[in-house]
């Protein structure tokens, strides 16, 4: 089973996460920010991710440094967990509707960091959750996984189904670019021979 664990300490957070890639949609999530659990546990069990998530933050400034580092650490286990990348699918993309809103995610095991996020919102929270934290997570996961991502909210107005699209969205697309396919019999995909 491709995992990896990762602790991350800084004088903002205290981060410790586990991924299993080839899971079965187990979490268990504790970052102190109740939408951020919410997306974590629907990331995880619609990517069929084993995740482990607990953050300990500075939540008495605001939900940022959470946020973000909880992005950067679990994009470093997933790029450890995914290893030398060898026979994984690579690419994938999906539209991924949440009632009124339909979210279009593609992605590339690259090695290649890279975010183009073209999804806005009319407010500025979901509940306590500042809605451009959102944007900040995938920024932070696809620098530090080493992903080509581009995420685009075609149309949609309410907020939460906005954010969950995109989450549900990642977890659906990654869950096909990480599994193994068969065809690649153990080769890195990519004519340079690595990713």
């Not at 973000?68 to 650490?73: L, S, T, W």
């Not at 593609?106 to 960091?113: E, H, T, Y």
């Not at 900040?136 to 949609?156: D, K, R, S």
Request: some cysteine; proline content about 2%; aromatic content about 8%.
């Amino acid at each position: 089973m491709r995992s990896a664990s990762i602790s991350r300490k800084t004088a903002e957070t205290d981060i410790a996460v586990s991924v299993g890639l080839d899971g079965t949609g187990q979490s268990k999530i504790a970052t102190g920010i109740g939408f951020l659990d919410h997306m974590l546990d629907l990331f995880a069990r619609h990517g069929l991710f084993d995740l482990e998530v607990r953050v300990d933050g500075d939540l008495h400034i605001d939900q940022h440094h959470s946020a973000e580092d909880c992005g950067i650490a679990l994009g470093q286990a997933f790029a450890k967990a995914l290893g030398d990348k060898r026979g994984v699918t690579r690419y994938a993309d999906i539209h991924l509707p949440m009632d009124e809103a339909l979210t279009r995610v593609c992605v590339d095991i690259s090695g290649r960091p890279f975010l183009v996020f073209r999804t806005t919102f009319r407010v500025e929270k979901i509940g306590q959750f500042d809605t451009e934290l959102v944007r900040e997570w995938f920024q932070a996961f696809a620098m530090n996984a080493g992903l080509t991502l581009h995420v685009e909210t075609l149309y949609g107005d309410n907020a939460h189904h906005i954010a969950e699209s995109c989450f549900k969205g990642l977890a659906r697309a990654l869950r096909t670019a990480v599994a193994i396919d068969p065809r690649e019999e153990g080769r890195v995909p990519s004519t340079k021979g690595s990713l």
